[in-house]
């Protein structure tokens, strides 16, 4: 059965699990329906198409139910990862059962974690506010100290609805987006997203067909339509922008190369131009690459060369200057999971294979955020294939990758603190946030000997 659920995902997205191919059989599809669920709130049962009976879905509760407190975030994939100043903040996803590893939970939907990447300390937050549900393959975007949370896939199917989270306020409250302008995208999860000028713009996406007249293309997925009585779901190429002063909804018009429909692709945005990479599109997961101008709207499809990185989906593409993006992992056609990396330079049009210490961590439905000092922090994700028959082997390891070298204020922080005895005495000579950042990094220190 675990098989059955893992193949729902990356394209059906019924389940907080994986993928869906076309060749797998769904007599028992029925069974798992009510398992990934979070506690959702009586209130909401009136919303889209939660006016149904809960009770069987409160059957298996999620991990917010555990009665130990860990020091950091649970295993899990399918999560969303974005940075504000020095932190990142980790939300949602999914993990096995501990009873039944073969079952999928969604982690609570009121849980934030955030990671100091000065201190390397994890710290668990509980969050307020209006957030309806748990969720998996939402799109989630930093503007401004405030998190953009969009669409992704909850247990009773995909939505569209439109989350904010302020992140540099006194507490975390979520606040639903209501009252829009404009045409919204369809209900949708595995997208990707750009940000540009106060613009958040959404792009491709798997979930239901859209409502009204859009722009771009959807292809219906005809396996979609055996479960449940589903009104059927499909990839699509939509290009939704929201524009975060008017609070409007709109489409652009594109001129030129559109890329094909997709979903669990990845997405960089490089200046004035919207980078997306890879995805799955039917039964084939891509290495093409395109940008946008986000400027005119004109669409470019850019060589890859044989020798370049295979296709995938479910990988990490992440900004880390104003002329490189570092791709990460994935999940092949032939149902491998990725540990390759590799730098792709915007101004040559050149891709290098990065060599790394992680070729053994290999990820797919992970996230990667760029750090201040020219990291890559790469969090969760899976790390074998979601469609085998064995246990998901989801993780709550964090891959740093140092793209970029070291700054000689980091390589001097490191050499203090090596040396930390002989030259404790010195420590008040130093600027008053050189000596915050040095203590931040002590406590971690002292708390991995203790």
């Excluded at 659920?5 to 019924?14: L, N, Y």
């Excluded at 974690?113 to 710290?123: A, D, K, Q």
């Excluded at 975007?141 to 439109?162: E, P, Q, S």
């Excluded at 990065?354 to 790390?383: I, Q």
Aim: a negative charge.
């Amino acid at each position: 059965m675990a098989d059955r659920i893992a193949q729902m995902e990356e394209d059906v997205g019924d389940l907080p699990a994986g993928e869906d191919d076309n060749d797998t059989d769904r007599d028992e599809d029925d069974d798992f329906a009510w398992v990934a669920n979070d506690d959702m709130d009586n209130d909401e049962e009136e919303d889209e198409d939660e006016d149904e009976e809960l009770e069987d879905e409160q059957l298996l509760d999620t991990e917010a139910s555990e009665s130990f407190e860990v020091d950091m975030p649970a295993e899990r994939s399918g999560h969303i990862a974005v940075v504000d100043r020095n932190i990142m903040y980790v939300w949602g996803g999914y993990k096995n059962s501990q009873n039944d590893g073969f079952i999928d939970l969604y982690l609570p939907r009121n849980e934030i974690w955030t990671y100091n990447m000065e201190s390397g300390v994890w710290t668990k937050h509980i969050a307020g506010g209006t957030l309806h549900t748990s969720m998996s393959g939402s799109c989630g975007v930093c503007v401004d100290g405030v998190l953009y949370l969009f669409g992704g896939h909850h247990a009773k199917g995909n939505t569209n609805r439109i989350f904010r989270l302020p992140l540099r306020a006194p507490s975390l409250v979520w606040e639903e987006m209501k009252d829009l302008k404009g045409l919204p995208p369809s209900c949708k999860d595995k997208l990707g997203c750009w940000v540009q000028k106060n613009r958040l713009m959404f792009f491709g996406g798997y979930g239901y067909a859209a409502q009204g007249l859009h722009r771009g293309t959807f292809e219906y997925d005809e396996s979609s339509s055996f479960m449940w009585d589903s009104p059927g779901r499909g990839w699509n190429n939509h290009i939704h922008i929201l524009d975060l002063e008017t609070s409007t909804w709109s489409q652009p018009i594109t001129t030129g190369n559109t890329p094909s429909p997709r979903a669990a692709h990845a997405c960089a945005t490089v200046g004035n131009r919207g980078y997306v990479f890879g995805g799955r599109y039917k039964k084939y997961r891509l290495n093409d690459l395109y940008y946008i101008d986000l400027d005119t709207w004109e669409w470019h499809e850019m060589s890859v060369p044989q020798q370049g990185p295979v296709g995938r989906s479910w990988h990490s593409f992440t900004p880390v200057s104003p002329d490189h993006i570092f791709l990460f992992g994935g999940f092949t056609t032939d149902r491998e999971t990725l540990s390759d990396a590799w730098l792709y330079c915007v101004s040559k049009n050149e891709w290098k294979m990065f060599k790394h210490d992680h070729t053994e961590n290999p990820r797919l439905w992970h996230t990667a955020c760029s750090g201040p000092d020219g990291e890559v922090f790469v969090f969760g994700g899976c790390a074998n294939n979601l469609l085998s028959q064995q246990r998901a082997a989801h993780s709550n390891q964090l891959l740093v990758f140092n793209v970029h070298p070291k700054s000689l204020v980091r390589y001097c922080m490191e050499a203090v603190l090596q040396h930390r005895e002989r030259l404790a005495s010195y420590w008040d000579c130093l600027p008053t946030h050189l000596l915050h950042s040095l203590k931040l990094r002590m406590a971690h220190v002292n708390t991995l000997g203790s």
